[in-house]
């Protein structure tokens, strides 16, 4: 491999460890699009091929675990990625291989989507893999990043209805683990649409006007992997989530086109 020209910056690497989505719309293909948006290299490990559009799911075939893990171990053997997201996990072995794998090549940062049901109602994790999601990688989350109904799968209990229901089942995830959970209240009957970041040592609030006919399709794995992409610059977590809801946020009001949204505006460090 040739060394890079002499004065070029090196963009950082973050790894997708997603399903794959054929209509392009979410999944590894989401992820992609949002990590060179923001000016960062992508790399992915297939866990699952989906056959999908945005109005809906209509095939999964889950990929073997031990490929899963082969496709991690050759990513990191080459280049370490700096920041990690992991999306659709599929079932309980694939959950086991990727926390051992990631065990060995420790990334700076893992963003962790809880990714179980797509809004088209279509189930993308095992229910038995969920305890399993629990006990291996939470504890690895640097950032978990569930939606109400997540978050409540998670837990074992009834989805939060309100903003203090949100921050005490954030705090309970904090227990199992995570070092912080972005609570997303998209799926909330709230004025407007709040996410509320809770942390060991407090609770950052992050609220914006509802966007009232946009194209939602895909909005979760845009977050996290734009939160994957802001930590891989070296933003701290509070400024890494308010990135990664501006930009998905630009992306909305553009009509979903990434042309008109900047990359990051930091050097690498």
Same mark, same amino acid.
């Given at each position: 491999?040739?060394?890079?020209?002499?004065?070029?910056?090196?963009?950082?690497?973050?790894?997708?460890?997603?399903?794959?989505?054929?209509?392009?719309?979410?999944?590894?293909?989401?992820?992609?699009?949002t990590f060179a948006a923001l000016?960062?290299?992508?790399?992915?490990?297939?866990?699952?091929?989906?056959?999908?559009?945005?109005?809906?799911?209509?095939?999964?075939?889950?990929?073997?675990?031990?490929?899963?893990?082969?496709?991690?171990?050759?990513?990191?053997?080459?280049?370490?990625?700096?920041?990690?997201?992991?999306g659709m996990l599929a079932d309980?072995?694939?959950?086991?291989?990727?926390?051992?794998?990631?065990?060995?090549?420790?990334?700076?940062?893992?963003?962790?989507?809880?990714?179980?049901?797509?809004?088209?109602?279509?189930? +993308?994790?095992? @229910? *038995?893999?969920?305890? /399993?999601?629990? &006990?291996?990688?939470?504890? %690895? =989350?640097?950032? #978990?990043?569930?939606?109400?109904?997540?978050?409540?799968?998670?837990?074992?209990?009834?989805?939060?209805?309100?903003?203090?229901?949100?921050?005490?089942?954030?705090?309970?995830?904090?227990?199992?683990?995570?070092?912080?959970?972005?609570?997303?209240?998209?799926?909330?009957?709230?004025?407007?649409?709040?996410?509320?970041?809770?942390?060991?040592?407090?609770?950052?609030?992050?609220?914006?006007?509802? +966007?009232?006919? @946009? *194209?939602?399709?895909? /909005?979760?794995? &845009?977050?996290?992997?734009? %939160? =994957?992409?802001? #930590?891989?610059?070296?933003?701290?977590?509070?400024?890494?989530?308010?990135?990664?809801?501006?930009?998905?946020?630009?992306?909305?009001?553009?009509?979903?086109?990434?042309?008109?949204?900047?990359?990051?505006?930091?050097?690498?460090?």
């Amino acid at each position: 491999m040739a060394a890079p020209h002499a004065g070029s910056r090196v963009k950082p690497l973050a790894l997708s460890i997603a399903g794959s989505d054929s209509g392009g719309g979410a999944g590894i293909q989401a992820d992609l699009k949002t990590f060179a948006a923001l000016g960062v290299d992508g790399a992915t490990a297939i866990t699952a091929i989906t056959a999908q559009n945005r109005a809906g799911v209509r095939a999964v075939q889950v990929l073997p675990a031990a490929l899963v893990r082969a496709q991690i171990e050759a990513v990191c053997d080459e280049r370490a990625p700096t920041a990690v997201k992991l999306g659709m996990l599929a079932d309980a072995a694939i959950v086991d291989a990727v926390a051992a794998t990631l065990r060995r090549c420790q990334p700076r940062a893992l963003v962790l989507d809880p990714v179980m049901v797509a809004s088209s109602g279509a189930r +993308l994790l095992a @229910a *038995d893999a969920i305890a /399993t999601l629990r &006990r291996a990688l939470l504890p %690895l =989350a640097d950032c #978990l990043t569930p939606n109400l109904d997540e978050a409540a799968a998670l837990l074992d209990a009834p989805r939060a209805a309100s903003e203090a229901q949100m921050i005490g089942q954030g705090r309970a995830l904090l227990a199992l683990g995570a070092r912080a959970v972005l609570m997303k209240g998209g799926h909330a009957p709230f004025a407007e649409a709040v996410d509320l970041l809770v942390l060991p040592d407090g609770v950052q609030r992050y609220a914006a006007p509802w +966007l009232r006919g @946009a *194209d939602t399709h895909g /909005t979760g794995c &845009r977050l996290s992997a734009a %939160l =994957a992409a802001a #930590l891989a610059h070296g933003a701290s977590l509070p400024e890494a989530v308010a990135t990664a809801k501006r930009y998905l946020q630009d992306r909305l009001v553009a009509g979903g086109s990434d042309q008109s949204i900047g990359a990051w505006p930091c050097a690498s460090r």
